[in-house]
């Protein structure tokens, strides 16, 4: 963009960020906490509203088990690359109420800043990014991209019964890039783009020693579970952070490329940040001091 269709799609924002804030208020009243299976359809309901009412068609898609999730295109061009919008319409349940200052579901202004459960994780990301695209299709006539939305209903509990979905309809997450929620900015106000992205994995131990439990002054004598447990958490990695597992690191790239390494040596992010931030020490070798080749060593799997 030219500085002159900067100027006019900010301006463009501006003019619409109440239709903004609206909306995404609108959009947070929905209770949609799936850790309760709470309002599934009314989410469903509210996000394809929502991106119709922005300009993108959006259609409901089953997921057997699910919630639905919706998609919604926006096709400039089909011989442009397409970037998928990956969001999410369930939030984390509201407890402890005590805590809240605001009714979780009745979103509230307050110095500026808008409070309401999932105004920010994720149903801020879906609004905000339906305002962007808006904006820029409204002033400069098109899209230098073309787009899909994705945004599920179940990503707060792990999104239990997306993955058999996208294995049957591979061509519903079908991209040429993708962008993630999460992003968020430092401390000086400025956006955060990150190079990656990482998931969870999750998984249950269970030990027994003996027949019958018996009292913990024994542990000298009878092997102790808990002990057992402590020692094979031990084995999962090294005093340095690196994974033991077998395989693990098969396939990942052990350093960057010279075009990610060009990125990272204009980064300016400062760990100490996040030291003072955190109140902690950053103990993974490779990240507790600044500059371009300790980044690049902390991007190491």
């Not at 300016?268 to 109140?279: H, I, Q, T, V």
Request: charged share 25%; proline share 7%.
């Amino acid at each position: 963009m030219t500085s002159g269709e900067r100027d006019a799609v900010f301006a463009y924002v501006d003019k619409r960020f109440d239709d903004f804030v609206a909306d995404l208020s609108a959009y947070a009243r929905v209770p949609t906490i799936s850790a309760q299976t709470q309002a599934f359809d009314e989410g469903a309901v509210a996000t394809t509203y929502l991106l119709s009412r922005w300009g993108v068609p959006s259609r409901r898609l089953r997921v057997p088990g699910g919630p639905d999730l919706v998609v919604g295109d926006v096709v400039q061009d089909p011989s442009l690359p397409t970037i998928a919008l990956y969001n999410h319409y369930d939030v984390q349940p509201v407890d402890p109420l005590n805590e809240w200052e605001s009714e979780p579901f009745a979103p509230q202004v307050r110095n500026g800043a808008l409070y309401g459960r999932g105004v920010a994780d994720t149903k801020g990301n879906t609004v905000a990014q339906c305002l962007a695209q808006a904006a820029i299709r409204e002033t400069l006539g098109r899209l230098p991209v073309n787009l899909r939305f994705v945004v599920e209903g179940e990503e707060e509990m792990g999104s239990p019964h997306l993955l058999p979905f996208a294995d049957a309809h591979p061509e519903v997450f079908r991209a040429d890039a993708a962008t993630i929620e999460g992003n968020d900015h430092n401390e000086r106000g400025l956006p955060l783009f990150y190079m990656g992205s990482k998931g969870i994995l999750s998984v249950e131990l269970e030990v027994r020693t003996a027949a019958v439990d018996q009292h913990s002054s024994y542990a000298a004598v009878i092997p102790n579970a808990a002990w057992r447990l402590t020692q094979a958490l031990s084995t999962l990695r090294d005093e340095r952070g690196r994974i033991l597992i077998r395989g693990f690191y098969d396939g990942a790239h052990n350093k960057p490329t010279r075009e990610e390494r060009a990125y990272l040596g204009k980064n300016r992010w400062d760990p100490k940040e996040w030291e003072r931030g955190y109140g902690t020490k950053l103990l993974v070798k490779g990240s507790t001091e600044s500059g371009p080749a300790t980044r690049a060593r902390a991007t190491r799997p």
